[in-house]
């Protein structure tokens, strides 16, 4: 096998790894008194960490210069989506048993339920078009401002951790204040891209680097 998909399968595993661990501790009967909360806080919070992770991809490419964390930004992603899906999965199966009227209504009602099945809901079209084919359907352009649904996601995600914790809103804030440092990094690095290419190339330039680099 070659380094590099030693690499991929080694990261693969390990972010499978949250999941494997689940299985064992409910295969032991390790989990604590009520096992769907378990797994639903377990599922969840790997969802929230895993949009996160994969957001850091970008600023730690362009920090570091190691351009070949990029390859790994697909799966980290998918993932999300992977703990996402399961988590969304114990809530209508384990916890409301598919029951419409209460989903429903949990949905309308509760505004920690809404804020994450928008978070959720948010993730779909990225996972469906995070393909290569979809990125050559969409053209990168379009395909970079549809990705940008991922800050909106993450955003519901942290508001729904901070809406549904009744006492300690210790870790919710501090999963608020990773994506914050995230966005403001963005932003800033939007901005000071925009300002050297002014100086670089002269206004008028300006505005064909921005439809390209955008
Ligand atoms: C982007 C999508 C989502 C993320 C990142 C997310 C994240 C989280 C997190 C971090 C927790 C708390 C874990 C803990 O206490 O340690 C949680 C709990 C929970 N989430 Fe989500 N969630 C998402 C979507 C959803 C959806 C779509 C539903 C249901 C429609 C849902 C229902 C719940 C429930 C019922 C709890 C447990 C509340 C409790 O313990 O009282 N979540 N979620």
Redesign the pocket.
Known sequence: MKPRAFVKVGVFLACLMPFILLLVALAMGTLSANPI?DI???T??W??RF?LIALCVTPLRKLSGWNEIIKFRRMLGLFAFFY?FL??MT??WL?QFFSVPE?MH??VKRP??TA??A??L??VPLAVTSTRKWISRLGGKRWQLLHRLVYF?AG??VA??LW??KADIQ??VA?AVVLSTLIAYRLFDALHSRRVAEQRLGRGAVLSYSRLHD
């Open positions: 909360q639903t806080q377990e969840g919070v969802t929230l949009l996402g988590h969304l809530y209508l916890d989903i949990d949905v920690f339920i994450g099945t978070g959720f948010l993730m996601s519901a995600a729904h951790y549904l914790v870790r919710p999963y």
